[in-house]
């Protein structure tokens, strides 16, 4: 099994960007942990960061027959892109919807996930551990789920 990660915009700025929203630890130590939590689980990842909702776009419409299975932190995308819901629905892919931080309680504009709709499941609110519950769960669903010892 092999799991697409994506994140979407100001996600490379982890750790100097709004530290007391999303943490100190920078975007080198997600992906090391995204690694890390698929290596545990027997399964293959490749990692993808942009600022470019087609660049996103591009990016999920790829994974037909290269991945089965996206982790997906679209950022501010989440909250107005409909072309990432349409990409995420084209391919059919299960996936997870991630944030760091907790949307509920935030902003009124960030109350809409239009990414989410094409997820089967959301975790916020969990930090960089919301990206281990994702892979954990797909891994479990749709792999063999066997953590390594
Ligand atoms: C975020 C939440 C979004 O509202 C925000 O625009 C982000 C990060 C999160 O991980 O908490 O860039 O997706």
Request: glycine share 10%.
């Amino acid at each position: 099994m092999k799991l697409l990660v994506i994140n979407g915009p100001n996600l490379n700025l982890l750790g100097i960007r709004e530290p007391d929203i999303y943490g100190r630890q920078d975007y080198q130590a997600l992906t090391a942990l995204v690694k890390e939590t698929c290596a545990r689980f027997g399964i293959g990842v490749d990692l993808f960061q942009s600022n470019h909702e087609g660049a996103i776009v591009d990016r999920i419409q790829a994974a037909l027959g290269q991945e089965d299975a996206i982790v997906i932190n679209p950022a501010a995308y989440t909250h107005t892109s409909i072309a990432i819901l349409d990409a995420l629905k084209a391919v059919g892919l299960p996936a997870v919807e991630v944030h760091l931080s907790d949307v509920k309680s935030r902003e009124p504009f960030r109350q809409i996930s239009y990414a989410g709709m094409a997820c089967e499941k959301t975790i916020i609110g969990k930090g960089f551990q919301g990206y281990v519950e994702a892979i954990e769960y797909l891994a479990t669903q749709y792999g063999d789920g066997q953590s390594q010892p």
